[in-house]
């Protein structure tokens, strides 16, 4: 059975969790989006999402941001330290056509070599 899951335990889900996250966190600006990484006490890394109407006003759009995270999250969770990583929208993304992969592809990036397991 393939263990690359996004389980629930993985997830953020209380505001506890989030306001902890924002809190104690370091901001990492890329581009349009950023993230907030904080180191947690559990064995496996977590992820939540805070993207509002403001920057991402189709719901269309704020999903696929969200499905594209998901699944960078789901296939590297192996590679991460223990962290929480809230991604949210610092400015509104363009509209061309890829805007959203290019976006999670350059945090990605930045996120995987901050957060990797050393």
Known sequence: MNR???QKRVRLL???QFDRAFKQGRRLHQGPMSAVVASNTLDHARLGFAL???HAKRAVQRNRLKRLLRERFRLHQQGLQAVDLVVFLRAALPDL???EV???DRLWNKLSS???KS
């Open 4 to 6: 690359a899951r996004f």
């Open 14 to 16: 209380t505001p506890a």
């Open 52 to 54: 509002g109407k403001k």
């Open 97 to 99: 056509p890829g805007a």
């Open 102 to 104: 290019d976006a999670v």
């Open 114 to 116: 901050t957060c990797a």
